[in-house]
């Protein structure tokens, strides 16, 4: 199984420049989520999904988009670049029962 | 709202030698804990959790922690560590049993030298 998968895994925009970061999931999870990671900040939830057609705000949620139109996929959408949003990007899954998250291997992100 | 406290972010350790990562969190009427570790250009993967019962948990990799009510604690800690475990440890708590929306402390950096 792939599990968690992210794509790129690495990505340079200017400053006001819009993206989409991937995220596909093969496990038929319900649940899956945006984490961000800052050096010595730890991770922080950006948008959550519970399901298909269902997606909610996490901690930091400013300057960011989702959308949930399958079970497999969880893009997040940047719509205009800031150097704030310089970062390393998780996605992770969840069935909803006695399971760890999974998460993918990331995408760093350089806003310049 | 909950938060998470790791008080060191680097341990440096020789091999063999035992290992205490330190984590305190907010207290809270229930909480849910749990130890994440990540390799290198890797996402992160689960070393254990705490739900209830035992307060010593024991994960992969020979790691386990103890739940501290009194303390607000959850520290991980290995007898003797291997050069394999350099990586970075979050500790992360939730207040939903099992769930992935979780608030992390700021990582914990195990460098294992020979």
């Known amino acids: 199984n792939a599990g968690v998968t992210q794509t790129p895994k690495f990505r340079i925009l200017k400053i006001g420049q819009s993206m989409t970061l991937q995220c596909t999931q093969d496990?038929?999870?319900?649940?899956m989520y945006w984490y961000r990671q800052d050096p010595g900040m730890g991770l922080k939830l950006i948008y959550y999904?519970?399901?298909?057609?269902?997606?909610d705000k996490g901690e930091v949620p400013n300057g960011y988009n989702v959308s949930r139109s399958t079970t497999e996929d969880f893009p997040l959408r940047l719509e205009l670049a800031a150097p704030s949003q310089t970062s390393v990007y998780f996605c992770?899954?969840?069935?909803?029962?006695?399971?760890?998250?999974?998460f993918g291997n990331g995408t760093r992100l350089t806003v310049t | 709202a909950q938060s998470v406290t790791q008080l060191d972010s680097q341990v440096p350790v020789f091999e063999e030698a035992p290992v205490e990562l330190r984590c305190n969190y907010s207290?809270?009427?229930?909480?849910?804990l749990f130890w994440y570790v990540q390799y290198p250009n890797q996402g992160l993967q689960l070393l254990l959790k705490?739900?209830?019962?035992?307060?010593l948990v024991k994960g992969i990799n020979g790691f386990e922690a103890e739940f501290n009510k009194s303390q607000t604690s959850f520290h991980l800690r290995k007898p003797s560590v291997h050069i394999s475990d350099t990586a970075e440890y979050f500790c992360?708590?939730?207040?939903?049993?099992?769930?992935?929306?979780?608030?992390f402390g700021q990582g914990t950096e195990l460098s294992v030298k020979p």
């Open positions: 999904s519970v399901g298909a057609g269902i997606t």
């Open positions: 207290s809270s009427v229930s909480v849910y």
């Open positions: 992770a899954s969840w069935t909803g029962v006695n399971s760890p998250l999974h």
């Open positions: 992360a708590v939730s207040d939903e049993a099992q769930g992935g929306k979780l608030i």
């Open positions: 496990m038929n999870h319900n649940y």
């Open positions: 705490y739900l209830s019962g035992s307060t």
